[in-house]
């Protein structure tokens, strides 16, 4: 079973529209991570949170810890969002440091003009 | 700060041939980490290092081996290459698994 699980894996929106991205992951992390790769392939930290939400210009994360799940917002859409976004999780060790991090197979977004 | 680099860019290889990816930080990172990236998969982890002197093995760590004898640089080396070693890498660097990510640029491999 995939520890982290993301939808849509496809996704095409018309540029101005409201974009949601999905994560769910199934045991206690530390922190979740939300990545952007560009059709250049280098990928690029958007946000790291344990919890609530966090804003960046007009990218949006929000995270539930009770139930598991996470989303990206993009407003105003625009065709240079068009990316593949990817979730990751770190997850507990018994000790109670960081585990490295287990990848969701990322959502690939295109914006059309 | 260069942050993350990576060389080659591209590489070529024959089946059977050895050869290793260079992978440098500049950040005084002490964990770093090799991920491989296969069409419909998503990163997965093929060795870590949370400091000079150790290392460990990810997810997919077979016909792959790491060293760290400083902090800045952890290379790996494909021992005798395969075609399903045809990937892109990613070499990635942090203060640990629970705080930002910095990613090196990629190296695309093909194993003829």
């Known amino acids: 079973k995939n520890e982290v699980e993301q939808s849509p894996q496809n996704l095409t929106a018309q540029e101005g529209e409201f974009i949601t991205i999905n994560c769910s992951y199934s045991?206690?992390?530390?922190?979740l991570h939300w990545l952007q790769q560009h059709p250049g392939g280098g990928i690029v930290s958007l946000f790291m949170?344990?919890?609530g939400k966090k804003k960046h210009g007009r990218l949006i994360a929000t995270i539930n810890i009770q139930e598991k799940h996470s989303s990206l917002h993009i407003t105003a859409s625009h065709p240079r969002d068009s990316a593949v976004y990817i979730c990751?999780?770190?997850?507990?060790?018994?000790?109670?440091?960081?585990?490295?991090?287990?990848f969701g197979s990322g959502t690939q977004l295109t914006v059309l003009p | 700060n260069a942050g993350v680099t990576q060389t080659p860019k591209f590489q070529v290889l024959k089946t059977g041939q050895s050869m290793t990816l260079q992978c440098a930080q500049d950040?005084?990172?002490?964990?770093m980490s090799w991920y491989r990236q296969d069409p419909g998969m998503g990163l997965r982890l093929i060795h870590y290092?949370?400091?000079?002197?150790?290392?460990d093995q990810g997810e997919v760590p077979n016909g792959y081996n790491v060293s760290r004898s400083t902090t800045e640089d952890f290379p790996l080396r494909l021992l005798s290459a395969a075609p399903s070693q045809t990937s892109v890498y990613f070499c990635?660097?942090?203060?640990?698994?629970?705080?930002?990510?910095?990613f090196g640029p990629g190296t695309r491999l093909t194993v003829t």
């Open positions: 990635a660097s942090s203060y640990d698994p629970g705080n930002e990510q910095y």
């Open positions: 045991v206690g992390i530390s922190a």
């Open positions: 949170l344990s919890s």
């Open positions: 990751a999780v770190s997850l507990y060790f018994f000790s109670g440091s960081a585990r490295q991090l287990t």
């Open positions: 950040m005084n990172h002490e964990y």
């Open positions: 290092s949370v400091g000079a002197g150790i290392t």
